[in-house]
């Protein structure tokens, strides 16, 4: 893949680079995909699992749901395009994620800003009393239960609910006051997290996509780099790096 000099020269001289992230730059460390030409919801329709009356109605089924994709993530790994954009705090001065991955990647892979708009899977809390609950949550007839007897649930935004107030709000200030905005592995549909895209061409970024495919903001965007994530974003590193 050709890597543009105005790429290069544009993410040296940025004062702030934020990488927008979506399923898609996990696709290749084996975690599906949603929407694309190898998305899950060709096969079932998240949106009638991820939502809170479902999670009400049915428990259990939510949880073999989530546990069955919790079990693939931490089998996974960050691949190179995590493992680049991490690396790239070493030579930009300041490198900000934002991710719609619940995946805990790029944390893994070891960026250290990183804004997590739709949750982690890692995490749990008590629809009750609000407790929160990692990894040590004990499961009776296939339902997690809270001390005080209340139903635990993965910290994940489901449809319909809020984004965190706090992961958003500096995002938004993120978006708005950066230099260059990647936008990686995203079909850039799901909102709130889709105005971000906005918020940054409406301030002074310059908008590069890296995409398998053309999406919803390719025609808005300064550069679109059609491939893997776990190839062009080693390429741009490379070349940041000489
Ligand atoms: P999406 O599934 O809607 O779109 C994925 C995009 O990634 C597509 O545009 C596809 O063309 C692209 N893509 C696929 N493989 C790629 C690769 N190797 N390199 C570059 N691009 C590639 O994902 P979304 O836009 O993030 O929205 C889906 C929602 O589902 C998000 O809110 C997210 O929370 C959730 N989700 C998360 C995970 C995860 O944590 N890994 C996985 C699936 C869904």
Known sequence: MKISDETIDRVKSAGSVVFFSGAGISAESGIPIFRGKDGI?????PEELANFD???RNPQMVWEWY???????LESKP???HLAIAEMQNFISNVIVITQNID??????????????HGNIERNYCIKCHTMYNREIEFIDGIPKCKCGGLIRPDIVWFGEFLPQD???ASEKASGECDVFFIIGTSAVVYPAASL?????AGKAYLIEVNIESTEISHI?????????GEVLPEILEKIKN
Not at 41 to 45: G, V
Not at 67 to 73: L, Y
Not at 104 to 117: F, Q, T
Not at 221 to 229: D, I, K, L
């Open 197 to 201: 895209i906005y918020t940054a061409k």
């Open 79 to 81: 691949n190179s395009a």
């Open 104 to 117: 805990n990647l790029h944390k893994r892979a070891g960026s250290k800003i990183v804004y997590e708009l």
């Open 41 to 45: 919801w060709n096969k079932l329709k």
């Open 67 to 73: 546990e069955h994709r919790k079990k693939i993530i």
């Open 54 to 56: 479902a999670f009400l």
């Open 167 to 169: 992961q958003f709000n």
């Open 221 to 229: 965007v300064n550069e679109s780099y059609f491939g893997q994530a």
